[in-house]
C-alpha cells in the first residue's frame, strides 16, 4: 500500500513541476490579459496602431505615470485606461466608483478612473510636446473600457460617455466599419482633417521610443507587465545567458528542443540585440543559446507590484524596454 501512495505523490509531484505553473495560473484573468486583449480587437478593427504600458514621464510627480493603452488613427489618438472590474459597479455622490462582488461579499472603491485617465491624456500631451510632436487641438480623446462580461454597471445611465462597456466592445467586428456604435463615430468619424503623413509617422516614433513597461508572453494569449529582475538557475545556464540584458537586448522568444520523459528537458532561447542606430538599420539577427526548461524568470508584476517566478517553459517570449 505504501510503495502505491508514495508512488502516486512523485508522479504527481512530477506532474505539476512539467505542467502546472501557479504563476501562469494566477493571473489567468489579470488586468494585463484583459490590456492586450482589448489592444488586440482595437487593431484589427481600426488598422492603427496601439502602443501599451507606456510609462510616460511626470514632471509633477517626479515617478512615471502608466498609461494602458495608447491608439493612434488618422483621425485620433485616444488614451485609454482598461479596468477588469468584475462584480456590481456604481457611481456614487462623491465621484468614486464601487464594485461589490456579491459572491465574495467582497466591495472595493475607486478614485474615478475618466479623472485619472484625463490626467494620462494631459501627462502624455506634455511629453509629446517636449519631444516635438504638437497634436492638432481636439486631436486626443481619452475612453475608459470595461472589458469584463461579469460586470454590470448600475445604472448605466450614471457612467459618463467616456465609459465603454463589454457589450458595446463586442459590436466591433472587423471589416464591419459601417455599423460602428455611436461612441467609436464620434471617436473615429468626427471628419477632422487627417494630420500630414510625416507628423504621423513622427507621432509613431515618439510614442515607440517612449519608456515602457517590460512584457513577458506566456502560453495560453496570457500576459505579464511588470520588470524583469534575473534569471535564476543552473549556474551554466545563467552564463549562458548573461547577455540577455536590456541594455544589449530588446526581445528575445522561447522554443522547444528536445523531449525527455513528460516535458522538453532543454528550450531553444532565441534574442536579438539591440540597434541605437536610427538610419540604416539592417533586419535583427537572431542569436541562441539552449538551457534547461526549469529555468526561471524572476519579474516584478507591475499591479499588483510583487516579485514572481516564471519557468521558462511557461513563456512564449519577453519584451525589455530599453
Known amino acids: 500500500m505504501w510503495p502505491a501512495i508514495i508512488g502516486g505523490l512523485i508522479i504527481y509531484k512530477l506532474f505539476k513541476f512539467f505542467f502546472y505553473d501557479d ?9 494585463s490579459t484583459a490590456l492586450f486583449a482589448v489592444a488586440d480587437r482595437l487593431e484589427k478593427v481600426y488598422g492603427g496602431k496601439v502602443f501599451a504600458g507606456l510609462r510616460i514621464p511626470d514632471a509633477d510627480s517626479a515617478s512615471p505615470q502608466t498609461i494602458d493603452l495608447v491608439l493612434v488613427t488618422k483621425r485620433e489618438l485616444l488614451v485609454m485606461s482598461v479596468k477588469n472590474f468584475s462584480g456590481i459597479l456604481t457611481v456614487h455622490g462623491d465621484g468614486s466608483w464601487v464594485c461589490e462582488k456579491p459572491g465574495k461579499h467582497k466591495v472595493e472603491r ?66 464591419t466599419k459601417s455599423v460602428l456604435s455611436s461612441w467609436v463615430k464620434s471617436a473615429f468619424l468626427c471628419g ?26 506566456l502560453k495560453g494569449n496570457r500576459y505579464v507587465l511588470g520588470e524583469f529582475l534575473e534569471f535564476k538557475g543552473k549556474e551554466d545556464d545563467i552564463d549562458s ?46 542569436m541562441e543559446v539552449t538551457v534547461r526548461s526549469h529555468t526561471e524568470i524572476i519579474f516584478q508584476v507591475e499591479n499588483p507590484s510583487k516579485i514572481k517566478k516564471f519557468k521558462l517553459s511557461s513563456v512564449c517570449s519577453m519584451h525589455l524596454s530599453a
Open 241 to 286: 545567458l548573461r547577455k540577455i540584458k536590456r541594455s544589449k537586448v530588446g526581445h528575445m522568444i522561447i522554443q522547444k528542443t528536445s523531449m525527455f520523459g513528460l516535458a522538453p528537458s532543454t528550450l531553444q532561447v532565441l534574442y536579438t540585440l539591440r540597434d541605437y542606430r536610427t538610419e540604416g538599420a539592417s533586419s535583427p539577427e537572431w
Open 23 to 31: 504563476d501562469v495560473l494566477d493571473i489567468e484573468s489579470s488586468d
Open 192 to 217: 477632422k482633417k487627417d494630420t500630414q503623413e510625416s507628423s504621423d509617422q513622427n507621432l509613431e516614433f515618439v510614442l515607440s521610443t517612449a519608456p515602457i513597461w517590460d512584457r513577458l508572453e
Open 110 to 175: 475607486y478614485t474615478d478612473p475618466v479623472e485619472e485617465v484625463r490626467k494620462q491624456a494631459s501627462i502624455l500631451e506634455s511629453y509629446l510636446e517636449q519631444r516635438g510632436v504638437v497634436l492638432p487641438k481636439g486631436y486626443l480623446t481619452c475612453k475608459v473600457i470595461l472589458p469584463n462580461p461579469k460586470l454590470c454597471t448600475f445604472p448605466a445611465s450614471d457612467f459618463p460617455s467616456e465609459v465603454i462597456t463589454h457589450e458595446q466592445l463586442v459590436q466591433l467586428k472587423p471589416g
